[in-house]
């Protein structure tokens, strides 16, 4: 329902309310408004007079406003007593949708005041994903990468905001990791990228780390290594040399030792050996 279908049905009519009566909307997703707009709004309303009127409903003693905070802070600076407002008697979640709605309008509101007041919205209210996305008039895809910025770490998420960094810009980021998101988001910032610039900038980043990767190699059964040079000893022992092989256990390493006798080695090979050299030894590396 419309706020003009709301104001037929509940017959409500344009009032002059006292700001010290009215109360900031709780479920505002603005969280900053800009000193120099609310100086020029203020200067328009004093010069024309103030053309749309607040949205309110009742709370306690007082008032509560739905739409229309940055015109009540404006009329509130250059020392209005009273403004123009509509009362309508809603409850806490539509006043939250509507809040939302009105702001989402506004093309200077915040990525991330927007992605965390749909996220409000939908936690707050039960209010599921489709819902959200058809009373706020957006795609269920766009809706869900809204929500999908609120991944970004505040460090990154405050360089975005003080540089005017743009949404898609900010969904760029969100194919780094979290430790890379705030670096490359200050170099975003510092050369001024452009969408297409950033795109490029943060594939390169994403190819160099793949390129940084080790080849990792797994050795599932130990064994096979093991066969193998049982089969190697097994064909010395068949050929008349004497091997023997032994496996044993070092800490974290399996060592497997393979020992020749150089009498045999050198007998089938026409030589003598020498009575002072030890036995040769040969052993494998180790298999970890």
Partial sequence: MSVFDLLKKQNAAVEKIPIELIHPNPFQPRKSFSEEELRRLGQSIAENGLIQPVSLRKSGEGYEIIAGERRLRACAAIGMEKIPAVVYDIP??????????????RSD???FDEAEGIEKLISGWNVSREEAARRLGLAPSTLSNKLRLLRLSPQTRRIIEEN???????????????????KAAAHIAARRLSVAETERYVTSLCTEKKQRKKPVYIVKDVRLFINTFEHAVDVMKNSGIGAVSTVTESGENIVYTVSIPKSSAFQKRGHKPRQTAPAYSACTPSVI
């Fill in 92 to 105: 806490d979640r539509d006043a939250a949708v509507w809040a939302l709605v009105e702001n989402l309008q």
């Fill in 164 to 182: 005017n960094l743009s949404e898609r810009h900010a969904r760029e980021l969100l194919r780094l990791a979290a430790p890379e998101q705030e």
């Fill in 109 to 111: 509101l915040g990525v």
